[in-house]
């Protein structure tokens, strides 16, 4: 695992149709661990093995984050927002934020008070960024409404192969995806191999759709991230027995093609890698979603990576899960053949 990559993606700004900065970084990456390197005109990154092979895996994950947008600037200078993705509003007051403009990042502080600290419903709309302007006229020189926000925050390494970060969800999963590419390679992967850093999951779902129509895998895994309940505050009536640092997690859903969670099952025990599973009624709310209704359907599968505090500006993961992901969805890659069999019976 390359944890210096890592860690500049995770730093790097991505707010839900502004991911250009870190795809570029993606796509620059992945030039000497692929046979082909493409991006499209929404900035999907796809890296891919064995282009010609009739047999196609795509295995996506997604490089955007939450985050805000400026929507207009007031008559003191401060920034008004609103929300892009799940945010919590109440996470952001008090906190140092950066503002991504066309001329590079300016930062600023999300204002706070005590009235503002009893106000249980928060709206992004009550929210206003200081970024030291004297006026909306000199605000306006240096910020376009547009403009997207995010935490000022940076990444640490925590004890037991622990890290904190905002937006791990998902540019980890997007990291996942090509590391085990690179590793499928090495391996000597046989089937066509699809790895693509989505844009657009947490708004739209456009970017999963674009590529995977383009494609047309015949599997298709999301690579996301899942709730745990090692922490306080989540049920384990709601996601199971989920922990950091247990291993990858696989998905029982209505939607999910058991052939391959059975496949992925197999995979691990080859490794002997200790796995996790949760279940889930209805959609996933991942990448997946869009990539089964692409073309004529596609059989998915989700493997998620346990995350503490998610959609806050620290989430709390495992380098051991991250690497387990990666090494899981390469022996995935390998034990693909040509003539696989889908159907259920």
């Given at each position: ?7 500049e ?7 839900s149709?502004n991911?250009?900065?870190l795809?570029?970084k993606?796509?620059d990456?992945?030039q000497d661990?692929?046979d082909?390197?493409t991006?499209d005109e929404l ?5 891919a ?5 009739p047999?196609k ?5 997604h ?14 200078g401060?920034?008004?927002v609103?929300?892009?993705g799940?945010?919590y509003?109440?996470?952001?007051p008090?906190?140092?934020?950066r503002i ?5 990042v300016?930062?600023?502080?999300v204002?706070?008070?005590r009235?503002?600290e ?6 992004p709309s009550?929210?206003?960024i200081?970024i030291?302007a004297k006026?909306r006229?000199d ?9 997207t926000v995010?935490?000022d925050t ?18 980890i999963?997007?990291?996942i ?9 090495e ?13 657009g ?9 674009f590529?995977s ?6 599997i298709a895994?999301?690579v996301d ?15 199971g027995?989920i ?10 859903n209505p939607?999910?093609h ?12 080859k ?7 949760e279940?889930?009624n209805?959609y996933?709310?991942?990448?997946g979603?869009?990539m ?5 359907g596609?059989?998915?599968a ?13 989430e ?6 991250i ?10 890659f390998v034990s ?10």
């Amino acid at each position: 695992m390359n944890k210096e990559f890592l860690f500049e993606l995770l730093k790097t700004g991505s707010v839900s149709g502004n991911e250009t900065e870190l795809e570029k970084k993606i796509y620059d990456y992945m030039q000497d661990k692929a046979d082909r390197v493409t991006v499209d005109e929404l900035g999907n990154v796809t890296a891919a093995l064995n282009p010609e092979a009739p047999f196609k895996v795509l295995v996506a994950g997604h490089a955007d984050e939450i985050g805000l947008m400026v929507t207009a600037v007031g008559s003191d200078g401060t920034l008004m927002v609103t929300r892009i993705g799940g945010i919590y509003t109440t996470t952001y007051p008090g906190h140092k934020v950066r503002i991504y403009t066309k001329n590079g990042v300016l930062y600023g502080a999300v204002a706070n008070s005590r009235e503002i600290e009893k106000n249980s419903d928060l709206k992004p709309s009550a929210l206003r960024i200081d970024i030291g302007a004297k006026d909306r006229e000199d605000a306006l020189k240096y910020v376009e409404l547009g403009d997207t926000v995010t935490f000022d925050t940076d990444v640490r390494e925590l004890l037991n192969d622990c890290i904190t970060s905002r937006a791990m969800d998902d540019k980890i999963g997007a990291f996942i995806v090509m590391e085990a590419l690179a590793k499928a390679r090495e391996k000597g992967a046989t089937v066509g191999c699809y790895a693509v850093s989505t844009t657009g999951e947490e708004t739209t779902g456009n970017g999963a759709y674009f590529t995977s129509s383009r494609v047309k895998p015949n599997i298709a895994i999301a690579v996301d991230v899942t709730f745990t309940s090692d922490n306080c505050g989540i049920s384990e009536a709601e996601t199971g027995d989920i922990a950091v640092g247990k291993g990858p997690v696989l998905c029982n859903n209505p939607s999910i093609h058991k052939k391959v969670n059975q496949a992925l099952r197999a995979c691990a025990e080859k490794l002997n890698m200790q796995v996790q599973t949760e279940a889930a009624n209805g959609y996933t709310g991942t990448d997946g979603d869009t990539m089964h209704r692409t073309g004529i359907g596609v059989p998915f599968a989700l493997v998620s990576i346990p995350l503490r505090y998610m959609h806050n500006p620290a989430e709390v993961g495992s380098l051991k899960d991250i690497q387990d992901c990666i090494d899981l969805l390469a022996e995935f890659f390998v034990s693909c053949t040509m003539d696989m069999d889908l159907k259920p019976f």
